[in-house]
Structures are given as structure tokens and as C-alpha cells.
């Protein structure tokens, strides 16, 4: 069994090649393409958009994108979660779960790290893809993907830290140290710089079916846009751009819920957008720390599936309606006498594992799905953007704009997959309400309800509610990095509260 160790910030950066310890701007040039390469080689420029896509893999115990950091900024923080393992198992999740986390919190600053690496890995693909020899409309395309790249790093660093550092291109040795790149952009600017970015994909990417599967479509950079104006609640905007998928007729529910999260619902009918994963030679085509940091931690008696982080909460459990099938689709429910999960392995018995439950989302089968043999590399697609998540935001728009009927409709076909009678509307502010519910239960341990429960005004009743220590008007937001503001030379201002 793997036990997780807490390693120091300090000790972190002498580790890592790019951690902690380093200003988000020291970023190595990507791979191995030169400029005279991208102008003669039409090939170039796919490679230098496939490395913004592989960035996404980025996990562990040092920069993170997607990985266990990301799982402890997105869920672990929620009424979701809780975090996990053993009481005395990394420290820093800990501080992150009971809302007592600083601005020296590693993970903190590793998703921080993590997605200024991101970005400068999409600014660099960007600086060289213009000069391409490929034709406009392919070479806009591969543009389009990347900056859809860039704009969902800059949308989950905005939530997270609220205005940050604003790099819409590969700064110059003299503009590095500059006050513009080492001072924060409102948050205001920040989701200009989005807005541009995911309109550009829209306006330039094929749709889905007219490019290879995995790569980023006009309905992916459509429903991002949308949900980027949602938190701004630009209603009419998300109304439309959800409308808009919704019409081409090119996504769907898929018709068994837990089959979304599984292998054969990859890439499914009702997938928009997800980080594509694979085996191959390396082992390292998937997201490091992703689903075995969440698998099942054996106590003892048998061989454990993982570090068991991000555990499911009794609160999560009693949100579900009777009868609704996505309770058990979401959650691994341990028994006393043994679990059977959907591959046929038996969890032995309740005293065998150290959790009451885990979260079925992120289980990975070793026997029945791809895997190369590294457990800390499980090939688990993550589902980021799905058709059930658009058809509520499309409801919570219409409901804001007074269309009562357009809400409840698409409502509905989320309740009725899940087993559940129609929702009836009592107004508005009942209707607004119950789609919320449903965004808990049908988008349980995917990565937003802490976000949701921010830009719905309710973060702190319901953190409290729950237990956790949560402080108004200061944990709706995380702390800029202790490290990155020093690097800065104070330049780099703090979030209110941590001071």
C-alpha cells in the first residue's frame, strides 16, 4: 500500500524541475519544435497543439492540472467530499477539507504551478502556429483548439484565485519581470481574455463528427462559452450558445448513467469534452494521481486500488431522491459483509478498507478496461463537459429569462434518465431551486459544486451546514501562493483574509 508523505514546499522545489519554488513564468520552451520546423513541416503545428492537450495529464505531488491537487482545489473542498485515507494522511488535504489551509499550502501552490505551466505551454504553441504552412482554415482550427485550451485553464484559475496574472502571449526576457506580468489582472479582464479566446474556438472549429474523436469541437468551445457567462450570469448568452448545441442535433443523454464513466463511454453521444487517455509503452498517457488517488484503500486482507482520497459524504448520500439511479452509479457504497463492483471484484468487508465510500466516478477496472500496469497512470478519461451538465445549464438560463416551460422540459430528460417523476415548477424561485438540486446529484463529484455553490451565493451557509470552517467574503476564493508573491517581490497582491 502506498502511504503519502507530506514533502515541504521548500524540499519540493529541490525536487522538481519546475515546482513550487519557481515563479510561474520559469517555463522550459515546449518540446522539440523549431521555428523553421513549423514553417516547412505542416506536421509541426498538430504536434505543438497535441502537446497543449498532453499538459492536461499534468498530476502528482508537484504541478498539477488534473491530478490529486485539482481533486483536493474542486471537490474535497465541497460538502461532496471529504477527504479521506487515513486521519493522519497528508496533512494539506486536510487543511483543505476543514477550510484551514494558508497561503503556503503546497497544493495550493501547486495548482497554481501547475496551471501557469498550462498556459505558457498554450502561449507557446500559439506564438509559433501562426507561421505554419498549413492551409488558414486548418491552421484557425488548430489555433481554435488551443485557445480553447487556454481559456478553460484561465476559467478554473479565475474561479479559484479570482483576478491573477494575465498572459496572453510568450513574454519577451525584459516583459517577464515586468509589473504586466507580475501583478494581477482584474477578474474582469481575466474573463475578457476568455470570452476572446472561446468565441475564436467557436468561430473556428468543426463540429462534432467533422474531426477526429478527442479533439476540441465547436460544441465544446459553445457550451465553455456558455458556462463562462454563466458565472457572469449573462443569462441570454448562456441561453443561446446552450440552444445552439442542443439544436445541431449531435449530442444525447446516454441512455445508462454509470456507463458514462466507464471505458465503452468514452467519447460517448454524450460526451462534449473530455481529457483523452490511452495506454501505450510509457504507461504516462493518462492523468498522474487521478484515479488511483481516489481508488479503495485496503486496511487489510487484500490488495487496495488506491490512496483513497475524495470520499463521498453522507451528506451527498441523502441528497439523492428514492429511486434514483445515479446515487449507485456514483457512489461505492463499502457493506459490512463485502462490495461487488460492476467488473465482478469483491470488496472483501467493510473492516478491510479504511472508507465507507469511494467515488465510482474516477474507478478505473484493472481487468475489464485498458491498463498498461501503472497504477498511478490509470487511463481514465475525464469527463469535463458532458450533455447532462448542458441541458441544466440551458434550464437555469431559461428559468432566469422567465421561460419556465424551455426549463422544466430539459430538466426532465436529466430526471427521467435518472429514474425520477417530472419536476413541477412552483415560480421561478422554486424552479431556480430544484435545478440546483439536480446539478448536485447529477453532477456529484465532478469537479463544480464548489464553484457552483460560490457563484450561486451559498458557499458559506452550506460549508457551515456541513461542518467545515468556512469564512465569508475570504474562502469563496483560494490565497495567492506565499512563494509567488515573494518571487514577484511583492508585486503579486493577496486575496482578502490571508493576509
Given at each position: 500500500?502506498?502511504?503519502?508523505?507530506?514533502?515541504?514546499?521548500?524540499?519540493?522545489?529541490?525536487?522538481?524541475?519546475a515546482?513550487?519554488g519557481?515563479?510561474?513564468?520559469?517555463?522550459?520552451?515546449?518540446?522539440?519544435?523549431t521555428?523553421?520546423?513549423?514553417?516547412?513541416?505542416?506536421n509541426?503545428?498538430?504536434?505543438l497543439?497535441?502537446g497543449?492537450?498532453n499538459v492536461?495529464?499534468?498530476?502528482?505531488?508537484?504541478?498539477d492540472?488534473?491530478g490529486?491537487?485539482?481533486?483536493?482545489?474542486?471537490?474535497?473542498?465541497?460538502?461532496?467530499a471529504?477527504?479521506g485515507?487515513?486521519?493522519?494522511?497528508?496533512?494539506?488535504?486536510?487543511?483543505?477539507?476543514?477550510?484551514?489551509?494558508?497561503?503556503?499550502?503546497p497544493?495550493v501552490?501547486?495548482?497554481?504551478?501547475?496551471?501557469?505551466?498550462?498556459?505558457a505551454?498554450?502561449?507557446?504553441?500559439?506564438?509559433?502556429?501562426?507561421?505554419?504552412?498549413?492551409p488558414e482554415?486548418?491552421?484557425?482550427?488548430?489555433?481554435?483548439e488551443?485557445?480553447f485550451?487556454?481559456?478553460?485553464?484561465?476559467?478554473?484559475l479565475v474561479?479559484?484565485y479570482?483576478?491573477?496574472?494575465?498572459?496572453?502571449?510568450?513574454?519577451?526576457?525584459d516583459?517577464a519581470?515586468s509589473?504586466a506580468f507580475?501583478?494581477?489582472?482584474?477578474?474582469?479582464?481575466?474573463?475578457?481574455?476568455?470570452?476572446?479566446?472561446?468565441?475564436?474556438?467557436?468561430?473556428?472549429?468543426?463540429?462534432?463528427g467533422?474531426?477526429?474523436?478527442?479533439r476540441?469541437t465547436?460544441g465544446?468551445a459553445?457550451?465553455?462559452?456558455?458556462?463562462?457567462?454563466?458565472?457572469?450570469?449573462?443569462?441570454?448568452?448562456?441561453f443561446?450558445?446552450?440552444?445552439?448545441?442542443?439544436?445541431?442535433g449531435?449530442y444525447d443523454?446516454?441512455?445508462?448513467?454509470?456507463?458514462?464513466?466507464?471505458a465503452?463511454?468514452?467519447?460517448?453521444?454524450e460526451?462534449?469534452?473530455?481529457?483523452q487517455?490511452?495506454?501505450?509503452?510509457?504507461?504516462?498517457a493518462?492523468?498522474?494521481l487521478?484515479?488511483n488517488s481516489?481508488?479503495?484503500?485496503a486496511?487489510k486482507?487484500?490488495s487496495?486500488?488506491g490512496?483513497?482520497?475524495?470520499?463521498?459524504?453522507?451528506?451527498?448520500v441523502?441528497?439523492?431522491?428514492?429511486?434514483?439511479?445515479?446515487r449507485?452509479?456514483?457512489?461505492?457504497?463499502?457493506r459490512?459483509?463485502?462490495?461487488?463492483?460492476?467488473?465482478?471484484?469483491?470488496?472483501?468487508?467493510?473492516?478491510?478498507v479504511?472508507n465507507?465510500?469511494?467515488?465510482?466516478?474516477?474507478?478505473?477496472?484493472r481487468?475489464?478496461?485498458?491498463?498498461?500496469?501503472?497504477?498511478?497512470?490509470?487511463?481514465?478519461?475525464?469527463?469535463?463537459?458532458?450533455?447532462?451538465?448542458?441541458?441544466?445549464?440551458y434550464?437555469?438560463?431559461?428559468?432566469?429569462?422567465?421561460?419556465?416551460?424551455?426549463?422544466?422540459?430539459k430538466?426532465n430528460?436529466?430526471?427521467r434518465?435518472a429514474?425520477?417523476?417530472?419536476?413541477?415548477?412552483?415560480?421561478?424561485?422554486?424552479?431556480r431551486?430544484?435545478?440546483?438540486k439536480?446539478?448536485?446529484?447529477?453532477?456529484?463529484?465532478?469537479?463544480?459544486?464548489?464553484?457552483?455553490?460560490?457563484?450561486?451565493?451559498?458557499?458559506?451557509i452550506?460549508?457551515?451546514a456541513?461542518?467545515?470552517n468556512?469564512?465569508?467574503n475570504?474562502?469563496e476564493l483560494?490565497p495567492?501562493?506565499?512563494?509567488q508573491?515573494?518571487?514577484s517581490?511583492n508585486?503579486?497582491?493577496?486575496?482578502?483574509?490571508y493576509?
Amino acid at each position: 500500500m502506498k502511504k503519502l508523505i507530506y514533502i515541504s514546499s521548500t524540499m519540493l522545489a529541490m525536487l522538481l524541475n519546475a515546482g513550487c519554488g519557481k515563479n510561474f513564468l520559469d517555463i522550459p520552451p515546449q518540446g522539440r519544435v523549431t521555428e523553421e520546423e513549423i514553417r516547412t513541416n505542416p506536421n509541426a503545428a498538430v504536434d505543438l497543439a497535441n502537446g497543449v492537450y498532453n499538459v492536461m495529464w499534468l498530476g502528482g505531488f508537484g504541478p498539477d492540472v488534473h491530478g490529486l491537487q485539482f481533486i483536493n482545489i474542486t471537490s474535497i473542498v465541497s460538502d461532496d467530499a471529504d477527504k479521506g485515507s487515513t486521519p493522519q494522511d497528508y496533512g494539506p488535504s486536510l487543511e483543505i477539507d476543514n477550510f484551514t489551509y494558508g497561503p503556503s499550502n503546497p497544493i495550493v501552490a501547486n495548482f497554481w504551478t501547475g496551471y501557469y505551466q498550462a498556459i505558457a505551454r498554450a502561449n507557446q504553441a500559439l506564438d509559433k502556429l501562426p507561421l505554419s504552412p498549413l492551409p488558414e482554415a486548418d491552421k484557425n482550427r488548430l489555433i481554435g483548439e488551443v485557445r480553447f485550451l487556454r481559456g478553460y485553464f484561465y476559467f478554473n484559475l479565475v474561479r479559484t484565485y479570482g483576478g491573477v496574472p494575465k498572459l496572453d502571449r510568450v513574454p519577451t526576457p525584459d516583459e517577464a519581470n515586468s509589473d504586466a506580468f507580475q501583478t494581477r489582472a482584474s477578474a474582469a479582464d481575466i474573463y475578457a481574455l476568455i470570452i476572446s479566446d472561446l468565441q475564436f474556438a467557436a468561430d473556428n472549429l468543426p463540429l462534432k463528427g467533422a474531426t477526429p474523436v478527442g479533439r476540441i469541437t465547436k460544441g465544446a468551445a459553445q457550451t465553455m462559452l456558455g458556462k463562462v457567462y454563466m458565472y457572469q450570469k449573462n443569462w441570454q448568452k448562456t441561453f443561446e450558445l446552450s440552444q445552439a448545441v442542443i439544436n445541431s442535433g449531435l449530442y444525447d443523454t446516454l441512455s445508462a448513467y454509470a456507463d458514462i464513466w466507464r471505458a465503452k463511454g468514452a467519447n460517448s453521444i454524450e460526451s462534449i469534452f473530455e481529457v483523452q487517455t490511452g495506454t501505450n509503452a510509457a504507461c504516462n498517457a493518462a492523468i498522474e494521481l487521478y484515479a488511483n488517488s481516489q481508488g479503495i484503500r485496503a486496511r487489510k486482507g487484500w490488495s487496495d486500488f488506491g490512496f483513497g482520497f475524495n470520499n463521498p459524504t453522507a451528506d451527498l448520500v441523502a441528497a439523492y431522491e428514492p429511486g434514483d439511479k445515479r446515487r449507485e452509479a456514483t457512489i461505492i457504497t463499502i457493506r459490512p459483509n463485502g462490495t461487488m463492483l460492476w467488473d465482478g471484484f469483491r470488496v472483501p468487508s467493510r473492516d478491510s478498507v479504511e472508507n465507507d465510500r469511494y467515488n465510482y466516478k474516477a474507478y478505473h477496472s484493472r481487468t475489464q478496461e485498458p491498463y498498461c500496469g501503472s497504477a498511478d497512470r490509470t487511463p481514465k478519461n475525464l469527463r469535463v463537459l458532458r450533455y447532462g451538465e448542458l441541458l441544466l445549464q440551458y434550464a437555469e438560463a431559461a428559468n432566469e429569462l422567465g421561460n419556465t416551460g424551455e426549463a422544466l422540459a430539459k430538466l426532465n430528460i436529466v430526471r427521467r434518465r435518472a429514474g425520477l417523476p417530472p419536476a413541477v415548477s412552483g415560480g421561478q424561485a422554486d424552479l431556480r431551486q430544484k435545478i440546483w438540486k439536480e446539478r448536485r446529484v447529477e453532477l456529484a463529484m465532478e469537479h463544480d459544486r464548489f464553484w457552483d455553490l460560490v457563484r450561486t451565493g451559498r458557499a458559506g451557509i452550506v460549508m457551515r451546514a456541513h461542518g467545515k470552517n468556512f469564512v465569508d467574503n475570504k474562502n469563496e476564493l483560494f490565497p495567492i501562493p506565499q512563494d509567488q508573491i515573494l518571487l514577484s517581490n511583492n508585486r503579486l497582491t493577496q486575496n482578502p483574509g490571508y493576509n
